[in-house]
């Protein structure tokens, strides 16, 4: 059984960084596309960035230049460096992972979904 655990949300100022981290669990994740999505109070899920297995990667374009996505596919982590975080960063952020070839931004995409952990940015 696919299990993802996120872990590294928390409340933080304007401007200043997290680092949110999803451990993958159940199976081998080759082929696997790692990825991060967030949904906010009364909005719908929304893409964050994608990693494939071969580091083939995308991102919202609310969030370039200022989100890093990383995996170690050993470990079968992938961390999410959020930098010059906004007030409208603030969300529940999803780790997800699909057995697809490209990082796709579709939600739909993916099969196996995290619980989600809360990030909080304070003007």
């Known amino acids: 059984q696919v299990q993802l655990v996120e872990s590294g949300g928390g409340l933080v100022q304007a401007g200043g960084s997290l680092r949110l981290s999803c451990a993958a669990s159940?199976?081998?994740?080759?082929?696997?596309?790692m990825a991060w999505f967030r949904q906010a109070p009364g909005k719908e899920r929304e893409f964050v960035t994608a990693?494939?297995?071969?580091?083939?990667?995308t991102y919202a374009e609310s969030v370039k230049g200022r989100f890093t996505i990383s995996r170690d596919n050993a470990q079968n982590t992938v961390d999410l460096q959020m930098n010059s975080l906004k007030p409208e960063d603030t969300a529940v952020y999803y780790c997800?992972?699909?057995?697809?070839?490209?990082?796709?931004?579709?939600?739909?995409?993916?099969?196996?979904w995290g619980q989600g952990t809360q990030v909080t940015v304070a003007s």
């Open positions: 997800a992972t699909g057995m697809i070839r490209y990082p796709r931004s579709s939600a739909t995409a993916y099969d196996y």
């Open positions: 159940g199976r081998a994740f080759t082929d696997y596309t």
């Open positions: 990693m494939t297995w071969d580091g083939v990667h």
